[in-house]
């Protein structure tokens, strides 16, 4: 091989291991591996959880999924969503994905419980995985279509992670949290949207683009008073305009 091929060569092997361990052991981070599956019968909602989600397991209620529907939401009840580039929002959250092809939407509403009855539901989304080595901050985009409470957390093996607003887009905010204690380890990685109790109406969380990153979450003082409030105010003017 002659040595400008060869050092090519070496570079490409060099990069594709910096991808690899970029994320570790975790998978489709983006939800960019998404292979539309309908379920028997149904076309082209509801598709199968695992292939529409490599990598993820899904629950509502601690109940796992074994469907998730694409380019649709759930009007009054508890799941997961699965949309494109070509998805028209009629509901909750902005149109089209937050980035690249695909995005998910969690839905937090009811969901049948004992007896039969309607009850409401949290939905989770889920991945265990290796933290990679140097890794000292974890970032997602998101948009919180707000409901009543409007709440989520970000948890690693249970934990809830301290989570900071750190930039926004016009159709989602950055946030970030700290989590340099787990590089190298092996944990679970949840996302929870909490249903409202008691249930007036669904709520709906758009979540993209997660990240392993090697930089640090700014201390609070740093993002300050100024970006913060930036952030409250550009939600506040996109909830005027709908």
Request: glycine share 12%; charged share 10%; net charge neutral.
């Amino acid at each position: 091989m002659a040595p400008h091929k060869y050092l090519v060569f070496c570079a490409a092997i060099a990069c594709c291991t910096v991808a690899a361990q970029a994320q570790g052991t975790f998978q489709n981070l983006g939800f960019e591996s998404a292979t539309l599956v309908p379920i028997s019968g149904t076309s082209p909602s509801p598709v199968q959880f695992g292939p529409a989600f490599p990598g993820w397991t899904g629950s509502v209620g601690g109940v796992q999924l074994s469907g998730a529907l694409y380019n649709s939401e759930f009007l009054d009840s508890s799941g997961i969503s699965i949309v494109d580039q070509g998805w028209a929002n009629p509901l909750a959250g902005p149109s089209g994905t937050i980035e690249g092809n695909y995005t998910a939407i969690l839905q937090a509403g009811l969901a049948s419980g004992p007896g039969g009855t309607l009850q409401p539901a949290d939905t989770a989304l889920s991945q265990t995985g290796l933290v990679p080595l140097g890794t000292q901050s974890l970032r997602f985009k998101a948009y919180p279509a707000l409901g009543q409470s409007g709440s989520f957390s970000v948890s690693i093996d249970g934990q809830p992670l301290s989570l900071a607003a750190l930039s926004s887009g016009t159709n989602y905010t950055l946030f970030g949290a700290d989590i340099g204690a787990l590089a190298g380890q092996t944990a679970q990685l949840t996302f929870t949207l909490f249903a409202d109790r008691p249930h007036v109406v669904n709520e709906y969380l758009y979540l993209d683009s997660i990240q392993f990153s090697a930089v640090a979450i700014p201390e609070p003082r740093v993002l300050g008073l100024p970006t913060l409030g930036a952030l409250l105010l550009s939600w506040r003017l996109w909830r005027k305009r709908r």
